[in-house]
């Protein structure tokens, strides 16, 4: 399936879209019209501090050697206006980033910037600056039993298998999205002609792997929640001349035991390039996929997670990507499963199981505080190596377990206010060197994160 549609008319349809939200019939411009856009708005900054030490092995036994070794500041600014006509509104953000130290610096870490475009990125040295993160128009419109919305320009977008990259801040598409309820039934578009991941301080093009311009992404999907039953989700999406994706999910949630929350699903996410000649646009031999099951069980003051993937992604990639485009940070796409265990336990034919558990000791005079503490396991992968015909590895392993300490200020003037360390220790258990017969796989890893997040409310 392909549809046309040009980078003018995508633009034109951006730009009337602003145009629309931005502007109000002089009829209706009194002060009570006007007045909900500034009233109803809010202003809000966060400060972030991140410092991350991460080592790893230079060789399957070789000694650790480090990796990453930095301490960055993130600063943004969040505007959210109300809305004109009870119809018309706008937002925007901005962000800073900078390193107060690097001992590391062009290894690529995601807190800074590697440049203003990801066509031009820096890999010898991380950069400071800023970058607008939301600049956008928007329009609601909502009956009784039904409503719509809509957002143009700058933004972050959601729309059926869309997603976006995130360090502190999120990625940013530049398009226009759509978003429609009736009952129980819901569903969503977007589409866009460029992004930015936020350590890049302008959006770009999308681009195949031969650089040759992808004009557009687009995407819609659709949700139906039954009355106390199951949420039923379905996404389609498409890179224009390149690559299509797909998306299922069944979730739901149950009360059990006392004061106790069952939740499960059920999520399917696939990926089809449209190249079938053994160039370099054909990265899969035919649907690659990645299958996942999940149960999160909130009991008392415990919260217990087990998921469980199992990947198919034959072809030269040998590992699956949830985005529609090729390059790390050119666009990303909806995948809601989320170990924190380093690896992206993604490689064809490997199955994977994820384990954990957080505990709230508010019951111990300590509140604010959690612990938390999680493994993972990932077997039968396979390595493709680049090869188009079958895999030139296979059978290997990798494992990761983590410890987490939180602690949230629960009041005064920096009531919200996150501490938070993680530690994961990741073993590959193949003896392979990193990215090179498992495309995704690297050596050992030690590596710690500690980060405190300050939410500041302004008006």
Known sequence: MYIAYTKSTLLAG?????????????????EATIAPLWEDSHLNATLYYWQRTRDRRASANGNYEANLDHVTLNAALDFNSGYAADAFGFDAGIFGATDLANSKEGN???????????????????????????????????????SVKAKAGLQQMNAGTLGVNWSYLPGTYRGVQFDGTAGNFSFNYGIADQYKAPWFKRTAEFRDRN?????????????????????????????????????????????????????????????????????????YNGLAWTQAATAAL??????????????????????????????YGSSQGRFDIWWDSRSDWNHDNEKAIFFGATYDMKDLDAPGWKVGASYAYGWDLKGWGGNFDAPVKTGA????????????????????????????????????????????????ERDVKFQVIVPIEIF
């Open 14 to 30: 951006t730009a009337l879209a602003m145009l629309a939200a931005s502007a109000i019939a002089p009829a209706q411009a009194d």
């Open 108 to 146: 690529g870490h995601e807190m800074s910037f590697h440049g203003t475009r990801i066509t031009g990125r820096t890999y010898d040295k991380e950069a400071s600056g800023l970058s607008i993160y939301k600049a956008h128009g928007k329009f609601k419109h909502e009956e009784e039993d039904w």
């Open 211 to 283: 650089s040759k311009i992808i004009d557009y992404l687009h995407s819609a999907g659709v949700k139906y929640q039954f009355d106390d039953g199951p949420l039923l989700e379905a996404g389609f999406g498409q890179a224009e001349g390149f690559m299509n994706s797909y998306l299922a999910k069944v979730s739901q949630g149950f009360d059990v035991l006392d004061n106790s929350r069952l939740s499960l699903s059920y999520q399917f996410y696939g990926m089809d390039d449209h190249a079938d000649d053994r160039s370099s646009n054909d990265v």
């Open 298 to 327: 909130d009991y008392g003051n415990w919260n217990f997670r087990t998921e469980f993937t199992w990947v198919k992604a034959e072809g030269a990639y040998g590992y699956f990507l949830p985005r529609m485009t090729p390059s």
């Open 397 to 444: 392993k990798e494992s990761a377990y983590n410890f987490d300490v939180m602690y949230t200020v629960q009041d005064g003037r920096f009531k919200g206010t996150l501490f938070k360390m993680h530690y994961t220790n990741y073993d590959n258990q193949s003896g392979e060197p990193s990215w090179t017969n498992y495309g995704n796989l690297f050596q050992d």
